[in-house]
């Protein structure tokens, strides 16, 4: 069998990218909060599809201030796109050129913002926001590296995109001393980028400076330009970009959109724990008050009440998996079963004692109504929270089963505390009510 033509494999790298990105920017079921709440991350999606619809690789260069990265992009565009300068900081936004020469003609390099010891922290970000969605990453320095850029290396290194590391000013350097950096980089760089792929280059040479000596012996001095020396860092540009261009912009879009969609994910579960949370609450206070007016006997406080029923089918709303009544109901026996098994100990005498505790006011009607309303409210959260669980879990108590899952948010929940604001919270309403 023919292995397939790296055309093809390009071709459906990228048909995939563009699929789930399509479907990322399109997918109905995204609130609308999150959504707005992610905007930067979904506009950036939108244009990376585009780029990629137009077959389009993205380099960028990036580094300390000064190290000549500006310096480094205009000798590989062959003109003067980006301003260089000895003033640190001399590039304060991300700007893009087109690099033609290379095949394909959607090559674009982009010089980025110094990183920096001190200041700058927006800039700094910027460049990392940058670096972090190009498809190439040239990682400029222009000596040993410090604990700071080894950190950036690391940080960039974990964007899962192919790193060059190139020392610049290498005409500051004697051969041996160049040879040394050169050993010295490969080792912070062991793991992050390939021997081969860090090069040492002088993109903007200092000129020479040449005495002459006329025949009356008077001096006159002259300033030559150098040339760049950037050959060996362009050649493993252009073997890169011919070899796996498209297909690295094609799995750096896939590997933002898995990000991007990561995140939907994680906001679309904060927003569920908070709903459920809220929820919880509110089932709390009434069934909390509701005992309170009408106190029952301790052991049936985990009777499973018509109230406690409504929480549950009401979480199962909140985590788009909806229940039954007969399932709530039977799920409330299964929490209901561990809760007592757990807690027969302890259920009586010692509860009844914690609730009591802090009430100094004596044991009057209000008082031992608050306690009991307290309990309840407490038993009504072990069984949401347990709900809550198993509904997060998609319907399931997981490897562990009920009675660990249930004696894990009974250990996790600070009993006491809980105890506490229920009191406050039942006297306060109740004082409002009588
Ligand atoms: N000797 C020598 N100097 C260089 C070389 N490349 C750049 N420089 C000098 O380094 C200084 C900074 O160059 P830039 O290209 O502006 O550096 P940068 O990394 O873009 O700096 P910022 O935009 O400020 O972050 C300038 O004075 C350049 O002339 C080189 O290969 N050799
Ligand atoms: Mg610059």
């Not at 969605?133 to 700071?148: I, K, S």
């Not at 980089?185 to 002459?212: F, S, W």
């Amino acid at each position: 069998m023919r292995a397939p033509a790296p055309v093809a494999i390009a071709d459906a790298h990228q048909d995939h990218a563009t699929a789930s990105l399509r479907a990322l920017l399109e997918d109905g079921s995204i609130p609308a909060a999150i959504r707005s709440g992610l905007s930067s991350e979904f506009a950036r999606l939108e244009a990376m599809l585009a780029k990629l619809e137009r077959g389009e690789v993205h380099i960028a260069v990036f580094g300390r201030v000064s190290v000549g990265k500006s310096a480094l992009a205009n000798a590989l565009l062959g003109s003067d796109a980006f301003s260089v300068g000895v003033l640190h900081g001399t590039t304060r936004e991300a700007g893009q050129r087109s690099w033609r020469e290379v095949a394909g003609n959607g090559v674009h390099l982009i010089d980025t913002p110094g990183i920096d010891e001190l200041d700058g922290q927006a800039r700094e970000q910027l460049a990392f926001d940058v670096a972090g969605v190009a498809d190439l990453v040239v990682f400029v320095v222009d000596g040993d590296m410090t604990q700071r850029e080894r950190d950036a290396l690391s940080t960039l290194a974990r964007t899962h995109r192919p790193l060059l590391l190139a020392l610049n000013k290498a005409d500051r350097y004697g051969e041996d001393e160049c040879a040394a950096l050169l050993a010295r980089l490969r080792e912070h760089a062991r793991g992050m980028v390939h021997e081969e792929d860090v090069v040492a280059i002088a993109a903007q040479p200092t000129p020479l400076k040449r005495v002459h000596v006329d025949t009356s012996g008077g001096e006159r001095s002259e300033r030559v330009e150098r040339k760049p020396d950037i050959e060996t860092l362009r050649a493993r540009l252009t073997a890169i970009l011919e070899r796996e261009g498209r297909t690295l912009a094609a799995l750096n879009a896939s590997l933002f959109a898995g990000r991007v969609s990561d995140q939907v994910g994680t906001r679309i579960a904060q927003a569920r724990q908070e709903l459920a949370g809220k929820v919880i609450r509110q089932y709390c206070i009434a069934k909390a008050v509701a005992v309170a007016l009408n106190p029952i006997p301790v052991a049936d406080l985990l009777a499973a009440g018509a109230l406690d029923a409504a929480l549950v089918m009401h979480l199962g709303r909140v985590y788009g998996l909806p229940l039954s009544k007969s399932e709530a109901g039977s799920l409330i026996a299964v929490i209901s079963a561990q809760l007592v098994a757990l807690m027969s100990a302890i259920w009586g005498v010692h509860l009844v004692a914690s609730a009591l505790k802090g009430m100094s006011a004596g044991l009057s009607t209000l008082v031992t109504a608050g306690a009991q309303g307290a309990l309840a409210w407490y038993a009504t959260e072990l069984v949401g929270r347990a709900a809550e669980k198993y509904l997060v879990a998609g319907k399931s108590w997981g490897e562990l089963g009920p009675k660990r899952v249930v004696a894990e948010i009974v250990a996790s929940l600070d009993r006491d505390s809980i105890l506490r604001e229920a009191r406050s919270e039942i006297l306060a309403r109740l004082r409002s009510v009588s």
